[in-house]
């Protein structure tokens, strides 16, 4: 039972590229949601998803984008990516009114 | 979501119980208090959480005052895997606005030694 995974750990990017982030969950959870984590801060909200097929506005939205068309995946998009989205990406999961489970985070350095 | 206001950091000796307080004086009638820890460079995860009575599990106890004002998380031996900062966050658990989302503050630094 793996629970939260997200691939990649670790990804050096320069302004303008794009790239997306993976997260998969094996523990059936109909909730997803993306976060980031900046120095010194606590974690802000990006999107969430309450079931395959479905995407929300978190707190922080802008300039990315989140796809969840299986129930166990949920995706992050950068479609133009720049410096102030340098960050640590945490992905978490849950059922309706339990506990969020995350992952590891993936480290995104962006020149 | 209430406030909660914790130590900045703490120091507890291997072996001995962590003792970790948080306030919440705000808190309403249908909020929890949920405790989460991150370990340098993981992601957080979750302790464990309560309404108004007391809880344990494999991991911790959760004692929160009759008035609901305070809380206080106990690691009853804590090692030096324990050494992490401590999130205490207050919260309606399901869905509000902004999407079940967590508001994790500054927390405790817990760090456990020798």
């Known amino acids: 039972n793996a629970g939260v995974t997200q691939t990649p750990k670790f990804r050096v990017l320069k302004t303008g590229q794009s790239m997306t982030l993976l997260c998969a969950q094996d523990m059936n959870h109909e909730y997803m949601y993306w976060y980031r984590q900046d120095p010194g801060m606590g974690l802000r909200l990006i999107h969430y998803s309450v079931g395959e097929g479905t995407t929300a506005k978190g707190e922080v939205p802008d300039g990315y984008n989140v796809s969840r068309l299986k129930k166990q995946n949920f995706l992050l998009g950068l479609e133009s990516a720049a410096p102030s989205q340098t960050s640590v990406y945490f992905c978490?999961?849950?059922?309706?009114?339990?506990?969020?489970?995350f992952g590891d985070g993936t480290r995104l350095s962006i020149l | 979501d209430a406030k909660t206001t914790q130590p900045p950091s703490m120091d507890c000796a291997e072996g001995r119980a962590a003792n970790l307080p948080c306030n919440h004086s705000?808190?309403?009638?249908?909020?929890?208090v949920y405790w989460y820890r991150q370990i340098h460079s993981q992601g957080p995860q979750y302790i464990i959480h309560g309404l108004k009575n007391n809880e344990t599990n494999e991991m911790a106890s959760l004692i929160i005052t009759e008035d609901r004002k305070s809380s206080t998380l106990i690691l009853p031996h804590a090692t030096l895997r324990d050494t992490a900062v401590y999130y205490c966050i207050v919260r309606v658990p399901g869905f509000t606005g902004g999407g079940n989302k967590l508001t994790f503050g500054t927390g405790t630094q817990l760090k456990v030694e020798l």
């Open positions: 978490a999961s849950s059922l309706y009114n339990q506990p969020q489970h």
């Open positions: 705000t808190i309403s009638g249908n909020e929890y």
